[in-house]
Antibody, heavy 114, light 112 residues
Framework: EVKLVESGGGLVQPGGSLKLSCATSGFTFSDYYMYWVRQTPEKRLEWVAYISNGGGSTYYPDTVKGRFTISRDNAKNTLYLQMSRLKSEDTAMYYC???????WGQGTTLTVSS | DIVITQDELSNPVTSGESVSISCRSSKSLLYKDGKTYLNWFLQRPGQSPQLLIYLMSTRASGVSDRFSGSGSGTDFTLEISRVKAEDVGVYYCQQLVEYPLTFGAGTKLELK
């Protein structure tokens, strides 16, 4: 059974940092590119990061470029999202998703507030 | 960036009816390989989004044949036949033809 389990969310002050994790199982992690997607409190879905299966290629939207870094550890079957210089507009539920968006985790919540 | 537009459904639907949900893109999603890079998702209350349709018209694994996708390069439709209570939720379309990947705002399906 394919599973993706996000963790690491929480309450952070503006300007702060946080690292999210997405532990995977049930498939060959190193065969798949991966994504992070967030859902705002208004329920809008926003793509925030992409990483190739080997980790050598990454993409970000302008809204997070330079502040967020996606990475992966194929030996640990785990995806990460390092977030820095956080803003209130980064407040959202963060999901990891497998390459074709065919499997999503249950999400982890980030709140950026003072 | 490609803008994806979804309309709100005008009225709740009755179980057993059919419903069409529309999605429009500001740019053609037809890629040079001949494939149209549009996904449809359903997010049921309290759950993560679930992939229903990919490449505009291909049902994802395990998805009921009551769901079908169609369209052109910029105008797309998700048809749901014989609506059931389990179909209630928000339907999102997403373009994957270019980065940044973008989603529509969602269309909420409610039952009478």
């Amino acid at each position: 059974e394919v599973k993706l389990v996000e963790s690491g969310g929480g309450l952070v002050q503006p300007g702060g940092s946080l690292k999210l994790s997405c532990a995977t199982s049930g498939f060959t992690f190193s065969d798949y590119y991966m994504y992070w997607v967030r859902q705002t409190p208004e329920k809008r879905l926003e793509w925030v990061a992409y990483i190739s299966n080997g980790g050598g290629s990454t993409y970000y939207p302008d809204t997070v470029k330079g502040r967020f870094t996606i990475s992966r550890d194929n030996a640990k079957n785990t995806l990460y999202l390092q977030m820095s210089r956080l803003k209130s507009e980064d407040t959202a539920m963060y999901y990891c998703a497998r390459g074709d968006f065919d499997y999503w985790g249950q999400g982890t919540t980030l709140t950026v507030s003072s | 960036d490609i803008v994806i537009t979804q309309d709100e459904l005008s009225n709740p639907v009755t179980s057993g009816e059919s419903v069409s949900i529309s999605c429009r893109s500001s740019k053609s999603l037809l890629y040079k390989d001949g494939k149209t890079y549009l996904n449809w998702f359903l997010q049921r209350p309290g759950q993560s989004p679930q992939l229903l349709i990919y490449l505009m018209s291909t049902r994802a694994s395990g998805v009921s044949d009551r769901f079908s996708g169609s369209g052109s390069g910029t105008d797309f439709t998700l048809e749901i036949s014989r609506v059931k209570a389990e179909d209630v939720g928000v339907y999102y379309c997403q373009q994957l033809v270019e980065y940044p990947l973008t989603f529509g705002a969602g269309t909420k399906l409610e039952l009478k």
